[in-house]
């Protein structure tokens, strides 16, 4: 007898839902994740790396139809030996170069990488510093206002001494702030040798070193601070540090300081108010993008709609209120303070007293402290979710930047399409040259003569990769010299169109008489794209016999 079974009238079980985190529940995650100890530090870590990692694709494609920067070149031939100065600077760039391509090539893209991990660790090192003087949720909107701001993204494309400041500078304020609260002599030898560390990287460093010495002698409790041993060992850690460079500067007979008088002194006081003017609106103008988008995150918090149709003016008021806040060390708050305003107003001041040419690219390194400064203001109020939009706005226009950066890359070289300064085909150069010298020598090409912006690309495209040697400078980078241009023989590599060209060509016709004297064009197609034609004079000199 057969039997048939009748379904069960009970409900029938659910499908188990594929799990899905919810937008309150993420948002919850990364607050806390931002402000728990053991979990904040790895997220700005990741955050850091993450941000590395979107920016050098970005960057690889921005200047896919350019060469590298010639401070990134320079920097790549310094790290080939490890010396204790360079002619123009402080070895500490060139150290971290030649560390950084020990493993990773001569590449394009491993220079942006380069670039993007010195602002990832500057960044982490900012979040260090902002933890001394603000609670955790602070320091996190601290840290993605910085991603934000363009000298940590469009700006930091090139590695040289200026973006190195990004990481010894935070580092130099954090031991400071360090030795400030702990005023031990072990806080005194890491503050010490956090300077010695700055000065390596640029003497532009003592404006910092500068506004904190002046820092600790304003601050209300700066008794406590200075009858401690912490300032006293930290000046003496930083001269003992800084004896094997100063022996090498003597050495050099301070090179480094003629190579300043000489390029950035200026007689013409109406360029030098120009040029303070203009340093001072472009820095401003890259400061307002990380605080406007700042504010828009403090807006845009839990019933902003309706207080937009309600009450608008609110919307701004109530991220402000009065009393004690917590959140905020108001002591440390008073240093960064003081230092920000110091750095910010003290260069310029000095440009226009002492005549100096001020680059826009000095403020590279100088206005780090600006949203800690503002964050840390005790009647400012951060909501949790303030800390959600920040990092959504970062994210968004991150991956709206990547998605077209080869749209932006390609409307660029079409507007500039004949600036040869940025698209000017010298690796395509370097690689012709060294084939020539192969063809003529059978060797090695051993050393490249010419100025700076012509020859550094050809040492870090070149397969031989020659050392620089720039005759008409008084700063030899000690990479090579005149007596290895004589032994080894040499390509002199000039534009035609520079006005040094007939010093130039006196000292190669004194050096190397019998060089053979050739002119040489080239042309750099991408994506099927022609860049501009450049012509250059070459000069190749055979090796002594």
Same mark, same amino acid.
């Given at each position: ?404 950066? /080869? ?6 070289? $079409?507007?500039? &399409? +004949?600036? @040869? %300064?940025?698209?000017? !085909? =010298? ?38 990769? /020659? ?6 400078? $008084?700063?030899? &980078? +000690?990479? @090579? %010299?005149?007596?290895? !241009? =004589? ?59």
């Amino acid at each position: 007898m057969s039997t048939t079974s009748i379904p069960s009238s009970k409900t029938p079980a659910k499908t188990p839902a594929k799990s899905r985190v919810s937008y309150d529940r993420f948002r919850a995650w990364l607050v806390a994740s931002a402000t728990r100890p053991r979990a904040r530090l790895w997220l700005v870590i990741q955050f850091a790396i993450l941000h590395a990692v979107i920016w050098t694709l970005i960057l690889i494609n921005l200047k896919a139809a350019q060469d590298v920067h010639m401070d990134v070149a320079e920097a790549w031939g310094w790290g080939q030996k490890f010396l204790w100065g360079y002619g123009k600077h402080p070895p500490l760039s060139g150290w971290v170069a030649g560390v950084w391509f020990k493993v990773f090539p001569a590449a394009d893209w491993a220079t942006y990488a380069l670039a993007m991990a010195t602002v990832g660790v500057g960044m982490v090192i900012c979040w260090l510093v902002a933890l001394r003087v603000v609670d955790a949720r602070r320091a996190f909107l601290v840290v993605v206002m910085i991603a934000l701001y363009p000298i940590f993204n469009f700006k930091g494309f090139k590695y040289n001494p200026d973006l190195l400041q990004l990481v010894t500078l935070p580092l130099l304020v954090l031991a400071y702030l360090n030795a400030f609260e702990k005023r031990s002599w072990q806080s005194g030898i890491w503050f010490g040798l956090a300077g010695a560390l700055a000065l390596m990287t640029k003497y532009w460093v003592l404006t910092m070193i500068g506004a904190i010495g002046l820092a600790a002698l304003i601050h209300p409790e700066r008794v406590k601070f200075l009858v401690s041993p912490a300032p006293w060992v930290a000046i003496a850690t930083m001269v003992v540090a800084m004896i094997p460079h100063i022996v090498w500067l003597a050495d050099a007979h301070f090179v480094p300081l003629t190579y300043a008088g000489d390029t950035y002194s200026l007689e013409d006081a109406g360029l030098v108010h120009q040029l303070v003017a203009g340093y001072a609106l472009h820095n401003f103008a890259l400061l307002a993008l990380p605080v406007a988008l700042a504010a828009l995150a403090m807006a845009l918090v839990p019933h902003w709609l309706t207080l937009l149709m309600r009450a608008p003016s609110r919307i701004v008021t109530r991220a402000w209120g009065r009393g004690a806040n917590p959140g905020v060390n108001v002591s440390q708050a008073l240093n960064v303070w003081i230092i920000q305003i110091i750095v910010a107003v003290g260069p310029p001041l000095g440009a226009l007293a002492f005549s100096i040419y001020m680059k826009t690219d000095w403020g590279i390194s100088l206005f780090f402290l600006v949203p800690l400064a503002l964050v840390a203001i005790p009647a400012l109020r951060v909501q949790s979710a303030v800390l959600f939009n920040i990092a959504a706005i970062w994210l968004v226009l991150s991956a709206a930047t990547l998605a077209a950066s /080869p749209w932006i890359a390609t409307r660029e070289m $079409a507007a500039n &399409s +004949g600036n @040869t %300064s940025t698209y000017g !085909a =010298r690796s395509e150069l370097a690689r012709e040259l060294t084939q020539a010298w192969h063809a003529r020598f059978a060797s090695r090409w051993a050393v490249v003569a010419g100025t700076m912006e012509s020859i550094q690309p050809i040492v870090f495209y070149s397969p031989d990769h /020659p050392a620089a040697l720039m005759p008409l400078e $008084a700063w030899d &980078s +000690g990479l @090579t %010299s005149r007596e290895d !241009a =004589r032994t080894y023989g040499f390509i002199g590599v000039f534009d035609p169109t520079d006005g040094r060209l007939p010093a130039f060509e006196k000292w190669v016709s004194e050096t190397a008489p019998n060089a053979e004297r050739i002119v040489m064009t080239t042309r750099r197609f991408t994506h099927g794209k022609a860049g501009p034609s450049m012509s250059w004079n070459v000069y190749i000199a055979p090796p002594a016999k």
